[in-house]
C-alpha cells in the first residue's frame, strides 16, 4: 500500500489521467445502456405520465409472469417494430430479465422518453412487487361460465 501511494506522489499526472479516463468510461457506459429507472418509479410514471410498459423477453418467459398493464414484444421481433415503438407519445419503459437487454433496446430505439428498469423483472420482484400471469388469469376466468359447443 505503500508503494502504491507513494506512485501516485511521484506521478500525480499519470493518477490524474487515469482517473479521468476511469469517470469518462463510467460516464459513456451508463449513457449507452440508457436511462434507468426504480420499480417505484416506474408505478409513478404509469399513474402520472401514462407510461407504456414493453417486455423484450420471449413470449415464453413473459407468459410466466409479467407487471401488470405490460405489452409483450420480444427482443428478436424489436428491430421490425421500431417504428411502432417510436410512435409511442407517452414515455415507453423497457423491461428484460436483469435490466442488461432492456439497455441494448432503448439504444436500438433511440428516443429521450425510453427507459429501461433498473434490475428488470428481478428487481422488480426483489423490491417485493407482484408479477400477473397465466395462472393468474386462469383464476379469473374459473368462475366465469365456459362456452357450450352446439351440436
Not at 476511469?22 to 449507452?32: D, G, H, L, S, T
Not at 415503438?85 to 437487454?101: S, T
Not at 428498469?117 to 417485493?128: E, P, S, T
Request: with cysteine; glycine share 12%.
Amino acid at each position: 500500500m505503500d508503494r502504491a501511494l507513494e506512485f501516485v506522489g511521484h506521478h500525480p499526472f499519470l493518477f490524474g489521467i487515469l482517473a479521468v479516463l476511469a469517470v469518462m468510461f463510467f460516464a459513456i457506459e451508463n449513457k449507452r445502456s440508457g436511462k434507468k429507472i426504480s420499480p417505484n418509479t416506474l408505478g409513478m410514471m404509469v399513474n402520472s405520465q401514462n407510461a407504456q410498459l414493453i417486455d423484450i423477453r420471449a413470449k415464453k418467459k413473459f407468459t410466466t409472469g409479467y407487471i401488470q398493464g405490460s405489452r409483450n414484444i420480444p427482443f428478436t421481433d424489436l428491430k421490425d417494430r421500431l417504428a411502432e415503438i417510436r410512435a409511442i407519445e407517452a414515455p415507453v419503459i423497457i423491461i428484460c430479465d436483469m435490466g442488461i437487454q432492456a439497455g441494448a433496446a432503448v439504444q436500438m430505439i433511440g428516443k429521450d422518453n425510453v427507459y429501461r428498469l433498473d434490475g428488470g423483472i428481478g428487481g422488480w420482484q426483489a423490491g417485493g412487487m407482484p408479477l400477473v400471469g397465466i395462472k393468474d388469469v386462469q383464476a379469473k376466468n374459473k368462475g366465469k361460465a365456459k362456452p357450450t359447443l352446439l351440436k
